[in-house]
């Protein structure tokens, strides 16, 4: 690389903002909620989606970042720090006006078109409104404590995205005393969303029966004057606070992770407030009130026009029985494992892709390890697993049968903390052993081991089958995210994977591995090896070539060696779902490098690395993005597809539909804007996923 090209990789503005580019995919699946041609249910959920993700992307980024530019709790002049905070708030702000805009003006009207009505308190009917001042009096009410405040009662303290109400009260209360200011907490018992029965929900055009729902907040925005006897209620909101939600225990001092953690989640309930969320018509008064108890600033205050937490209304999708407001039916396939699934890895690897083959291969392999007599040990990890899993009770199953079970538990698996600390409970007391990763690096490989000792009398001898997996071992999300899996009997593959168990239990170095590249240690050393590897092939006037597909690129060290890359002739191009900082088509720096993000039905989260390598065809398949926090924060595993076979199916299936893709695909400008593609003249609109539901699924009928 020439001195000058050196120092251009260091100016700023090299990479795009992380957090800009995190904002805008969720832009682009909010365009999903905007397109007409989706089932309008499915619209709805795709808001409900992009609800949730700006949830976390305030619980945690927003949160990172204003630590960052606050000294002893308070907001330091950082100009730099200050400036992207502005950007942020201001695309946010855009962001919830445009995703309240589709939800009152295009998938509400629309879903009341169908007969599912979402009723305000305007507009229900008598009947309606006596069966909700009825329901309010005999399961809301009772639950209910509306504070006054004053010096005796002072502001309460308010749960992480708990739906909340402020009122502004005239006159006296019962003891003469002018306490003005009224804090509702909503029951976290009680559901958000209720449906009313079926004879107050007909529709007046005498078509098919139709749904209503209430919302909570709007019962008790109905009689919130029938708390306050005596007294006039001048103006209300529903308000919700979030806040920083990422957990910190002190790794160096913590002798019991487990039990640490156990304190610290209740402790997540109330930590920095980072967002208010208000009614549209909400006072300012009543804001800025809000604004001074929890230590914001006006550009942290989001008015909406509709419930402060749009996520809630996932309730009322799943409650509406309506097949024809929903995608089609998907049946996955599935892999042809035979009825002894050791036997068939003994002449050959499974390949597995989620979720248009079923995940079910999965959990047969490790129920069958948990009852063959053969089977002396399973080893496994676990990063998400849900709070209902059948792959955990085969586990447990196994250890009370007797086999050496060990779980490597990821406690702090980000909002998964509590579900995977029951499952360690229960796993140690049927006598598995369960251990906790690397203090300080969360363990976010996928990878199983099952070990059976086969053959008779001298002849007997230990053999390795190994699960390995780009995604969780979650049962509900392999049905809605895009992953692949291998499972295989090659020895050297289930040596490494072993190898992998006995260093993170351990805590020895890691010996030399044949296969698998193991972050923190050697796996951004091995990509940056592979992909110079291709400049030097393009220097040398051979074809470079490399297709990444990760969820997010970020780690300036890689994106370097990509710029360098494309600089020597190599064609790239990277499949990004999420976050990409890396600047793509930049004369002189990266322009054989193109970027794109795939929107679509299920959850892009397969990660592949593609390096022609001389016509090589070097498959890796990966629990890693490239993050700096994956290469070297966690305990990830890169492993190759050996088998040639498969290494076409990877291609086939997971890299060439995408880059095909012209229906549900964006592509990236080099000043961080997305396009979406478009079919050319009168070209056939091509989805990847659509064309892997057909090919490798199962007919619903």
């Known amino acids: 690389m020439k001195p000058e090209t050196r120092a251009e990789a260091n100016r700023p503005g090299l990479f795009l903002d992380r957090e800009l580019s995190q904002l805008a995919f969720n832009r682009r699946v909010m365009a999903q909620a905007?397109?007409?041609?989706?089932?309008v249910l499915e619209r709805?959920?795709?808001?409900?989606?992009?609800?949730?993700?700006?949830?976390?992307?305030?619980e945690v980024r927003v949160a990172s970042l204003l630590a960052a530019a606050s000294v002893d709790g308070k907001l330091s002049e950082h100009p730099a720090l200050t400036a992207n905070l502005n950007r942020v708030a201001a695309e946010c702000h855009v962001m919830v006006a445009r995703q309240y805009e589709i939800l009152n003006t295009e998938v509400l009207p629309l879903l009341k078109e169908h007969g599912v009505h979402l009723l305000r308190h305007n507009e229900r009917n008598e009947a309606q409104r006596a069966w909700v001042k009825d329901y309010f009096e005999r399961e809301v009410r009772p639950l209910l404590t509306p504070i006054g405040l004053d010096p005796a009662h002072p502001f309460p303290q308010v749960v992480n995205k708990s739906l909340n109400f402020i009122v502004a009260l005239s006159g006296k209360d019962a003891f003469g005393r002018g306490t003005a200011i009224a804090i509702i907490k909503a029951p976290r018992v009680l559901p958000r969303v209720i449906q009313l029965p079926a004879e107050l929900s007909d529709r007046a055009d005498g078509a098919a029966p139709g749904v209503s729902f209430c919302l909570l907040s709007s019962i008790i925005h109905a009689h919130i004057s029938d708390l306050f006897a005596g007294r006039e209620?001048?103006?209300y909101s529903q308000f919700r606070v979030t806040r920083d939600s990422d957990l910190w225990v002190d790794e160096d001092e913590v002798k019991n992770l487990r039990q640490a953690l156990k304190g610290e989640l209740q402790g997540r309930q109330f930590g920095r407030s980072v967002r208010i969320e208000v009614a549209k018509n909400c006072p300012p008064e009543l804001s800025q009130f809000l604004l001074d108890q929890f230590d914001l600033d006006p550009t942290r205050l989001y008015q909406v026009d509709g419930p402060v937490n749009m996520v809630r209304l996932n309730e009322m999708i799943e409650y509406t029985k309506l097949p024809e407001l929903r995608f089609p039916p998907f049946v996955p396939g599935m892999a042809t494992a035979g009825s002894d699934i050791f036997a068939t890895l003994r002449k050959q690897d499974i390949l597995l892709h989620h979720p248009f083959q079923s995940f079910q291969t999965v959990i047969d392999f490790i129920r069958s390890a948990a009852t063959d007599p053969c089977v002396v040990a399973i080893k496994q990890t676990v990063y998400r697993t849900g709070m209902n899993s059948d792959l955990m009770e085969a586990l447990i199953l196994a250890a009370r049968l007797g086999k050496e079970v060990t779980v490597i538990?990821?406690?702090?698996?980000?909002?998964?903390?509590?579900?995977?600390i029951n499952w360690a409970d229960k796993l140690e007391q049927a006598g598995a052993q369960v251990v906790y990763g690397v203090v300080g690096l969360k363990t976010h490989a996928k990878i199983a081991l099952v070990i059976r000792r086969e053959g008779t009398g001298s002849s007997a001898a230990l053999r390795y089958y190994a699960h390995l997996g780009t995604g969780n071992y979650h049962p509900t999300t392999t049905k809605f995210y895009t992953d692949f899996g291998l499972l295989t009997s090659q020895p050297e593959m289930g040596r490494d994977v072993n190898e992998v168990f006995m260093h993170l239990t351990s805590l020895a170095k890691p010996h030399k591995l044949t296969h698998l590249w193991l972050a923190p240690f050697a796996l951004q050393d091995q990509i940056i090896k592979a992909i110079r590897n291709e400049a030097k092939i393009a220097k040398g006037g051979k074809a470079g070539r490399i297709i990444v597909k990760v969820n997010a690129m970020v780690d300036e060290s890689v994106i370097r060696a990509l710029y360098e890359a494309s600089q020597a002739g190599v064609k790239i191009d990277l499949i990004v779902r999420g976050a990409c900082t890396l600047r793509p088509g930049v004369t002189g720096l990266s322009d054989n490098i193109r970027v794109r993000s795939i929107i679509g039905r299920f959850l892009e989260h397969s990660r592949i690395y593609y390096f022609r390598n001389d016509l090589a065809h070097d498959v890796y398949l990966a629990s890693a993005d490239w993050m700096s926090r994956n290469l070297f924060?966690?305990?990830?595993?890169?492993?190759?597809?050996?088998?040639?076979?498969?290494?076409?199916r990877v291609m086939a299936e997971g890299l060439n539909p995408y880059l095909k893709d012209n229906a549900n695909a964006w592509?990236?400008?080099?000043?961080?804007?997305?396009?979406?593609?478009?079919?050319?003249?009168?070209?056939?609109?091509?989805?990847?996923?659509?064309?892997?539901?057909a090919s490798l699924g199962t007919s619903a009928d």
């Open 34 to 39: 905007e397109d007409a041609a989706i089932p």
């Open 44 to 58: 709805l959920r795709y808001l409900c989606i992009v609800s949730s993700n700006l949830d976390e992307f305030f």
């Open 233 to 235: 209620v001048m103006a």
């Open 409 to 420: 538990v990821e406690l702090m698996a980000r909002f998964d903390e509590e579900a995977n």
């Open 633 to 648: 924060r966690r305990i990830e595993v890169a492993f190759p597809v050996l088998d040639r076979a498969l290494k076409r």
């Open 667 to 693: 592509e990236l400008e080099p000043d961080g804007h997305y396009h979406r593609r478009k079919p050319r003249g009168k070209g056939t609109p091509y989805g990847a996923q659509q064309h892997l539901m």
